[in-house]
């Protein structure tokens, strides 16, 4: 072996390694035990960590008095529809920039990147105004239009640097053995641009999710996510922490144990390429 | 010609794409550069008169468009020291072989996947609230004291809540830039004596300078437009001390209706993003060469 690694410095680094870890943590571990507590053991002084009164009350709560399930489903139609359209968009564009690249394939690429980069304040304006004159305020059809452009170069970007793998060969020879368009579309070039798709969709779905500018600007009640959601915790009236964290934990819950399985894409996805 | 026709239907494949990202940036920008130049309230929408740049020298006039841009660069430049600098740590133990790793690496990038609202509202309520925070019974413990975080410094608060989500980005690329350097080369170096603390300097840290170019770059564009954050715990107060510039652009359209005014104010925002864009666009152009 190269390097042994004692045991010593192995048990040292699982220690500081688990004691950040827990802290980076502890907010959200922190609020799904809060989620459990009464309002009562939430604020009480000092904190109770696990010995308290587990209890579901808070989920009933926040489902009977605020329809809480309605907002998850407006954060599911948004998040799933946003990413289905934007499939439908990216993925021909990708498609021909991996495969028939010209000279300017870059420049387009690089430009739709940018278009990323354009800070959303700088098109609020407008985009509210258009929305209230075409009764879009407060809509999932609006608000999916957004999210679905807001993350299209993304979309476009990933799917590109996966449709870029697939060798070029293996379409040349689908088509020297006479297998048609069709058959090249349904036989060769599917199965293997799934997994970069499925990629791709993921990571549409964890941004869409998560999206809190557009939505907290554009929706109130009728087409409000999550986010929306959340957000009328910020005036609070009386006891409300450990119904704050019974909100926060289904909101965030779903998108965390997705987001676990996304490590990779987020790098590859937000990076645009620029570290490889 | 088979070359012709593919080119054509991969033009025609590219058109949707390309007209609907044209149409979403160039319409509004275009509409937001022209509403600056206008005299446009919505209480009074019927009398728009063009007036030029007054809502320019109106706004950088304005004090609060200074107080907003000081918190707008004060808030990116401390979410980066913190992220960065947390970040390589982070990345550096991260990369170490210890029970439970993989485990750990989970736990560290969860920030990331919180939505923003409940982010800031977790952090301001059960954590930074000076009677029942967890920070504040952890401080008062220790007998250094609570700190009343949204009173006496809000615009640090939103440092913290901001750097804790955005943590996990920085190390997650930074980890995946250290994981491509080569052992032999710090094997080597140690051959040579090199101490762990040289080892970083002149070996692991230069490996790692891109991916940080990266990290700052890219983080800015986002951290110039942290709005949810401050939308949700402090509606940019107390007075303005955590009003920054996308705050400011919403208030001055949306609670005071000063179209013109607040138009302006996004184009100072797009050409401060744009500063930014313009060097990462050449980093990320140069790579597709490669």
């Known amino acids: 072996m190269a390097r042994a690694i004692s045991t010593r410095r192995k048990l040292t680094f699982t220690a500081i390694g688990w004691a950040v870890g827990l802290l980076i943590f502890f907010p959200v571990l922190w609020t799904i035990l809060t989620s459990f507590k009464t309002e009562l053991d939430a604020i009480s002084i000092p904190p109770k960590f696990l010995f308290f009164d587990w209890t579901l009350e808070n989920y009933v709560t926040v489902q009977e008095r605020s329809n809480y399930f309605r907002f998850m489903m407006n954060s599911i139609y948004l998040s799933l529809g946003s990413t289905f359209v934007g499939l439908l968009f990216a993925i021909p564009a990708a498609w021909a920039m991996a495969f028939s690249p010209t000279p300017r394939t870059k420049d387009v690429l690089l430009w739709m990147l940018s278009t990323k980069m354009l800070p959303a304040v700088g098109v609020l304006i407008p985009i509210y105004l258009v929305f209230r004159d075409f009764g879009l305020l407060d809509s999932r059809v609006g608000l999916i239009g957004v999210l679905f452009l807001i993350n299209l170069p993304i979309m476009v970007w990933m799917l590109y640097t996966y449709f870029k793998e697939i060798p070029g060969e293996i379409l040349e020879a689908a088509r020297m053995d006479g297998a048609s368009l069709s058959k090249e579309i349904t036989h060769v070039l599917a199965p293997m641009s799934v997994p970069g798709i499925a990629s791709t969709v993921l990571l549409s779905v964890i941004l869409a999710w998560n999206e809190a500018f557009w939505t907290l600007n554009l929706t109130t009640s009728d087409a409000a996510p999550l986010t929306t959601f959340i957000a009328s915790y910020s005036s609070p009236q009386g006891n409300f922490y450990a119904k704050l964290s019974a909100a926060s934990t289904l909101a965030i819950a779903p998108i965390l144990i997705l987001g676990w399985f996304s490590q990779k894409q987020l790098v590859r996805g937000l990076t645009f390429g620029a570290v490889k | ?290």
Not at chain 2, 39 to 47: D, I, K, S, T, V
Not at chain 2, 119 to 124: G, Q, S
Not at chain 2, 138 to 152: E, H, K, Q, R, Y
């Open chain 2, 1 to 290: 010609m088979a070359t012709m026709q593919t080119k054509s239907a991969a033009r025609l494949m590219m058109a949707p794409a390309v007209i609907a990202l044209l149409l979403w940036m160039v319409v509004p920008l275009s509409m937001t550069l022209y509403f600056s130049t206008l005299n446009y309230n919505l209480f009074n929408p019927a009398q728009t008169p063009f007036i030029g740049f007054t809502n320019y020298s109106f706004f950088l006039s304005d004090p609060a468009f200074f107080t907003a841009i000081r918190n707008t660069l004060t808030l990116v430049a401390g979410v980066l020291v913190i992220t960065v600098g947390g970040g390589i740590l982070l990345a550096l133990l991260l990369d170490q072989d210890f029970y439970g790793v993989n485990i750990v690496r989970l736990l560290a990038i969860a920030p990331f996947f919180v939505m923003p609202t409940v982010a800031a509202l977790v952090w301001k309520n059960m954590m930074m609230n000076p009677v029942y925070g967890v920070i504040g019974q952890f401080l008062n413990f220790i007998g250094v004291g609570a700190i009343d975080w949204f009173s006496n410094a809000p615009l640090t608060a939103i440092i913290i809540i901001v750097a804790w989500q955005w943590l996990p980005f920085s190390t997650l690329i930074l980890l995946t830039a250290l994981q491509s350097l080569s052992e032999e080369q710090k094997e080597a170096a140690e051959m040579d004596g090199a101490g762990a603390l040289s080892i970083f300097w002149y070996i692991t840290l230069p490996h790692m300078a891109r991916a940080i170019t990266v990290v700052i770059l890219i983080q800015t564009i986002f951290l110039l437009s942290i709005f949810a954050e401050i939308y949700v715990t402090t509606s940019g107060g107390p007075g303005l001390q955590t009003t920054n510039l996308p705050y400011l652009v919403y208030a001055q359209a949306l609670l005071q209706f000063d179209v013109g005014g607040a138009s302006a104010g996004g184009i100072v925002a797009v050409i401060l993003a744009n500063i930014v864009a313009f060097f990462l666009i050449r980093i990320i152009g140069k790579n597709l060469d490669a």
